[in-house]
């Protein structure tokens, strides 16, 4: 899955998805995707994160308290 980084405008791809989709974790590893090369992975924190239409990420993926508000 692809994101962006709202920083920079890059696009980031996720390579652990099951620790994006879970609430209780505040960063996810993924690599840059730009140029030609294969970007080495990092951790991104997810409230740095957006889908590349720039709608901001759903609330069940950063929040373990969502279901309360």
């Given at each position: ?19 994006l989709f879970d ?12 140029g030609e090369e ?32």
């Amino acid at each position: 899955m692809y994101l962006k980084d709202r920083t920079s405008g890059d696009l980031v791809e996720i390579t652990t998805l099951d620790t994006l989709f879970d609430p209780c974790r505040k960063h996810v590893q993924g690599r840059f995707h730009a140029g030609e090369e294969l970007q080495d992975e990092q951790t991104f924190a997810k409230q740095e994160l957006a889908f590349p239409s720039a709608e901001p990420l759903p609330r069940c993926w950063l929040d373990p308290r969502y279901k309360q508000h």
